[in-house]
């Protein structure tokens, strides 16, 4: 059956040993990368398809709206309808360009009726750490997608790292076990598979099918999205190992929305990598998603909290989320709740823990009610675009 795989990640040395241990590994596949690194200059896209011994093909496809990305997706799915038509190919592994996100293109490759085996970021764990406290803009890096890409490092490292269920770690000479822990602790369920690079003009040695099991066990990609949902997202457990911690902080009494405010950006400082779920009094039924790296806050609504919705309502909510909810169920509160992940070498639990607790509704702001909480001042309607 043919099969598709996308191998992705920030880490380009990383992402083409993982390529070549796959071709290496697999009778009959094939690799395809589309290089947007010079399409703001040129207005082309370049593609290339190699096996294991080497170039098969290249080509070059115009720009879509000003849009490399556009221009992959336009390019990328007939070119794998074709390999898969042809019978000649068992498995098409997609090298994503640096910054392209894996949830993007997978989501784009299922609606097409491909079938994904798996899906793969690449990691050097030496580069882990400063990559995700990289809080350049992916423009400046040279690295943006679009002219209107106005993402980061950080961020865009934390997403193709989150998402994928396996991870192909480098073996690095210059990691150390704080590397290594740090990795396990941001993506703790990952399957993560030692790769190597190869030295020049020699084929990597197989790996013994580990890799290759990896991307042929199949990927769901709704179940994927959902378990990217705030709501939802199965978030990292307390952990410590190496000098590396991971400080998950609970609450049901809502925040202070002015006192939160004051205090985001040691908060956001705080952690290499923060996430979570949280509620403002001023907008109780509001789901708000936390999303920080490199110095960077990202606050979105995801929605309303199901506490908040009519029975009714609950027919139609995706099975995942209404698990979530239930687990999350307080006689008062329903679903709503604080629940805030830190993770980071050096972590300060305890100054977290205070900081995040005076963020909180006194006692006496608590007992006022709701309607009292309505009026407090609505700091965050410049994150939320109110």
Same mark, same amino acid.
């Given at each position: 059956?043919?099969?598709?795989?996308? $191998?992705?990640?920030?880490?380009?040395?990383?992402?083409?040993?993982?390529?070549?241990?796959?071709? *290496?590994?697999?009778?009959?596949?094939?690799?395809?990368?589309?290089?947007? !690194? =010079?399409?703001? /200059?040129?207005?082309?896209?370049?593609?290339?398809?190699?096996?294991?011994?080497?170039?098969?093909? @290249?080509?070059?496809?115009?720009?879509? #709206?000003?849009?490399?990305?556009?221009?992959?997706?336009?390019?990328?799915?007939?070119?794998? /309808?074709?390999?898969?038509?042809?019978?000649?190919?068992?498995?098409?592994?997609?090298?994503?360009?640096?910054?392209?996100?894996?949830?993007?293109?997978? &989501?784009?490759?299922? @609606?097409?009726?491909?079938?994904?085996?798996? $899906?793969?970021?690449?990691?050097?764990?030496?580069?882990?750490?400063?990559?995700?406290?990289?809080?350049?803009?992916?423009? #400046?890096?040279?690295?943006?997608?679009?002219?209107?890409?106005?993402?980061?490092?950080?961020?865009?490292?934390?997403?193709?790292?989150?998402? !994928?269920?396996?991870?192909?770690?480098?073996?690095?000479?210059?990691?150390?076990?704080?590397?290594?822990?740090?990795?396990?602790?941001?993506?703790?369920?990952?399957?993560?598979? *030692?790769? @190597?690079?190869?030295?020049?003009?020699?084929?990597? !040695?197989?790996?013994? +099918? &580990?890799?290759?099991?990896?991307?042929?066990?199949?990927?769901?990609?709704?179940?994927?999205? =959902?378990?990217?949902?705030?709501?939802?997202?199965?978030?990292?457990? #307390?952990?410590?190992?190496?000098?590396?911690?991971?400080? $998950?902080?609970?609450?049901?009494?809502?925040?202070?929305?002015?006192?939160?405010?004051?205090?985001?950006?040691?908060?956001?400082?705080?952690?290499?990598?923060?996430?979570?779920?949280?509620?403002?009094?001023?907008?109780?039924?509001?789901?708000?998603?936390?999303?920080?790296?490199?110095?960077?806050?990202?606050?979105?609504? @995801?929605?309303?909290?199901?506490?908040?919705?009519?029975?009714? =309502?609950?027919?139609?909510?995706?099975?995942?989320?209404?698990?979530?909810?239930?687990?999350?169920?307080?006689?008062?509160? +329903?679903?709503?709740?604080?629940?805030?992940?830190?993770?980071?070498?050096?972590?300060?639990?305890?100054?977290?823990?205070?900081?995040?607790?005076?963020?909180?509704?006194?006692?006496?702001?608590?007992?006022?009610?709701?309607?009292?909480?309505?009026?407090?001042?609505?700091?965050?309607?410049?994150?939320?675009?109110?």
């Amino acid at each position: 059956m043919f099969t598709v795989a996308l $191998v992705g990640g920030l880490h380009a040395d990383a992402r083409r040993a993982a390529v070549d241990h796959l071709l *290496a590994a697999v009778p009959a596949s094939v690799a395809l990368h589309h290089d947007l !690194a =010079a399409a703001a /200059r040129t207005g082309t896209v370049t593609r290339t398809v190699r096996d294991a011994d080497g170039p098969l093909s @290249a080509g070059e496809t115009p720009l879509v #709206d000003d849009c490399a990305c556009c221009a992959l997706r336009e390019d990328l799915v007939p070119e794998l /309808r074709r390999l898969a038509e042809s019978g000649l190919t068992r498995l098409a592994v997609v090298e994503l360009w640096d910054s392209v996100e894996p949830r993007t293109m997978a &989501e784009v490759i299922a @609606a097409a009726g491909l079938r994904i085996g798996g $899906v793969v970021t690449a990691v050097d764990p030496a580069l882990l750490l400063p990559y995700l406290g990289n809080g350049d803009d992916l423009a #400046d890096a040279g690295l943006a997608a679009a002219a209107t890409d106005r993402r980061t490092v950080a961020d865009t490292w934390a997403r193709q790292l989150e998402y !994928a269920p396996v991870l192909a770690v480098l073996d690095s000479p210059e990691a150390d076990e704080e590397d290594h822990a740090l990795l396990a602790q941001l993506h703790p369920t990952a399957r993560r598979v *030692a790769v @190597a690079v190869a030295a020049p003009a020699e084929r990597p !040695a197989p790996l013994g +099918g &580990e890799l290759a099991a990896a991307v042929f066990a199949g990927f769901d990609v709704e179940a994927a999205a =959902a378990a990217q949902h705030p709501a939802c997202a199965l978030l990292p457990q #307390d952990a410590d190992a190496h000098g590396v911690g991971t400080y $998950v902080w609970q609450h049901r009494r809502p925040f202070h929305p002015g006192r939160l405010y004051a205090a985001l950006e040691e908060l956001t400082c705080a952690a290499a990598r923060s996430r979570g779920r949280f509620y403002l009094a001023d907008r109780p039924d509001t789901l708000l998603a936390w999303d920080a790296a490199g110095g960077a806050l990202c606050v979105e609504s @995801a929605g309303p909290w199901l506490a908040s919705l009519p029975d009714a =309502a609950w027919d139609r909510t995706p099975p995942l989320r209404r698990a979530a909810a239930a687990l999350d169920w307080h006689p008062e509160h +329903g679903d709503r709740c604080q629940r805030l992940v830190f993770t980071s070498p050096g972590l300060d639990r305890e100054g977290l823990a205070e900081l995040l607790g005076s963020c909180l509704l006194t006692d006496a702001e608590y007992a006022a009610g709701r309607a009292a909480w309505r009026r407090l001042p609505s700091s965050f309607d410049a994150f939320l675009e109110v």
